[in-house]
């Protein structure tokens, strides 16, 4: 479960450590189908960044595709990268 996942960090992540987990992550162009490929081989590196290329034209959508880069990294139990890309999605989607 995701959320249990969430919930057993000791630490959320700072304002300051999404800023600099977000200036690490490079914007890849690519559409839906790009994203979808890199969501089916488990490529949530790649699939946050075409999030952050996606939020620039389309926050909402941007920040959809980052929920599910996040969900994918907690599935793969990279808890610190799904902390971070969550935090993240909210951002773009404000």
Known sequence: NNLGQLGNTERIPS???????????VPLEGGEQAFLR??????????????????????????RWAILAAKCALDCDDVD?????????QQLGQ
């Open 15 to 25: 304002a300051n450590d999404v800023a600099v987990f977000r200036a690490s992550i």
């Open 38 to 63: 890199y969501q089916l081989h488990r490529e949530y590196t790649r699939m946050l960044g075409i999030s952050l290329h996606m939020a620039q034209s389309d926050p909402a959508k941007g920040a």
């Open 81 to 89: 990268f799904g902390w971070k890309a969550a935090l993240l999605a």
